[in-house]
T-cell receptor
Framework: GESVGLHLPTLSVQEGDNSIINCAYS??????FIWYKQESGKGPQFIID?????DKRQGQRVTVLLNKTVKHLSLQIAATQPGDSAVYFC????????????FGKGTHLIIQP | EAGVTQFPSHSVIEKGQTVTLRCDPI?????LYWYRRVMGKEIKFLLH????????ESGMPNNRFLAERTGGTYSTLKVQPAELEDSGVYFC????????????FGPGTRLTVL
């Protein structure tokens, strides 16, 4: 079936460096994409989203890039901090945001001091 | 505003027993979703309520799972009888009506079936 997946299960970066987390999706009808951050013992926390009519969106220290041609999504975190250590999930749906989400497996981001 | 809350935070039951999970969405959010994550797997969608109506229940694994949202406020997810493979973390999320409704997640209920 169609799915959203992540390339790397674990990513380790030095504090202060930039990090990039990648995600591939297979549903060409997907029109809404979200990145969530999950810390231990908590539910997924919204970071940033992007619609299919855009290819880039910026937030505070985070940027999401969408390449619909190759069905690829990435999350860039600038100047990583210890608090950025968490599992990051990409998710998508084809209902403009109202439908149930399809999640990727998650990438564990580890920030080295 | 208060976030999505779930009860209990943990539940340990024996195979064959019944468990009921509760979710209180953010006030005013008409959309309510249930998801679960079993060990080593990604978070999977179970079902979606719009107010008290089931909009999409395509992710429900089998008829041992029953979700309700009477009155369109809180929701319950009952597993009867529970099986070992039902163990995992059950998340609830809610969002406003309309497009682009960010789904806010609760902390989850960790269910262990022995």
């Amino acid at each position: 079936g169609e799915s959203v997946g992540l390339h790397l299960p674990t990513l380790s970066v030095q504090e202060g460096d930039n990090s990039i987390i990648n995600c591939a999706y297979s549903n060409s009808a997907s029109d809404y994409f979200i990145w969530y951050k999950q810390e231990s013992g908590k539910g997924p926390q919204f970071i940033i989203d992007i619609r299919s009519n855009m290819d880039k969106r910026q937030g505070q220290r985070v940027t999401v890039l969408l390449n619909k041609t190759v069905k690829h999504l990435s999350l860039q975190i600038a100047a990583t901090q210890p608090g950025d250590s968490a599992v990051y999930f990409c998710a998508e749906n084809s209902g403009g945001g109202a439908d149930g989400l399809t999640f990727g497996k998650g990438t564990h981001l580890i920030i080295q001091p | 505003e208060a976030g999505v809350t779930q009860f209990p935070s943990h539940s340990v039951i024996e195979k064959g027993q019944t468990v009921t999970l509760r979710c209180d969405p953010i006030s005013g959010h008409d959309n309510l979703y249930w998801y679960r994550r079993v060990m080593g797997k990604e978070i999977k969608f179970l079902l979606h309520f719009v107010k008290e109506s089931k909009q999409d229940e395509s992710g429900m694994p089998n008829n041992r799972f029953l979700a309700e949202r009477t009155g369109g406020t809180y929701s319950t997810l009952k597993v009867q009888p529970a099986e070992l493979e039902d163990s995992g973390v059950y998340f609830c999320a809610s969002s406003r009506m309309g497009l682009g409704g960010e789904q806010f997640f609760g902390p989850g209920t960790r269910l262990t079936v022995l």
